[in-house]
């Protein structure tokens, strides 16, 4: 059986991200970073898939968690996308993070886009649709 040529790549990681690399390695018995890594880039491509597949309309709940409560980007993002939102709640978490929880009613497009968006700023450290 021949085993599949793989390419080398270094990254830099900050020390969160590490730390969430080794973690996820704990929790899931991956024995190497190379194999978390591979793992966490087909988990990524898998959500990238499904939300390439919404048709028609979406309606759900958004949860976005940000460490800075300073920075306007999500702000710009709600008003940008204010006819996809239906209801938001904002809160502020510990270390100065917030929450943002949002109803979505969107056409598949108008969400695709919106959630491109979020992802591409860089500056959530959590962010998940629950569709309904």
Same mark, same amino acid.
């Given at each position: ?26 929790? %899931? ?8 890594? !591979? ?8 959500? %990238?898939? /499904? ?16 460490? /800075?409560?300073? /920075? ?7 008003? !940008? ?7 938001? %709640?904002?809160?502020? %978490?510990?270390?100065? !993070? ?8 969107? /056409?598949?497009?108008?969400? !695709? ?20």
């Amino acid at each position: 059986m021949k085993i599949p040529e793989m390419a080398v790549i270094s990254i830099s990681l900050d020390d969160e991200s590490a730390l969430a690399l080794e973690t996820i390695m704990g929790s %899931l018995g991956i024995k190497s970073r190379s194999e978390a890594v !591979r793992f966490a880039i087909s988990t990524t491509e898998t959500t %990238l898939k /499904d939300m390439e597949s919404i048709t028609g309309d979406v309606e759900g709940v958004l949860i976005i968690v940000h460490p /800075d409560h300073n /920075d306007s980007w999500l702000s710009m993002i709600q008003h !940008r996308y204010d006819g996809c939102i239906k209801t938001q %709640l904002h809160s502020h %978490l510990h270390n100065r !993070r917030c929450l943002d929880v949002m109803i979505i009613s969107s /056409d598949a497009g108008s969400f !695709r886009s919106m959630m491109r968006d979020i992802y591409s700023a860089g500056k959530s450290s959590y962010t998940q649709f629950v569709h309904s």
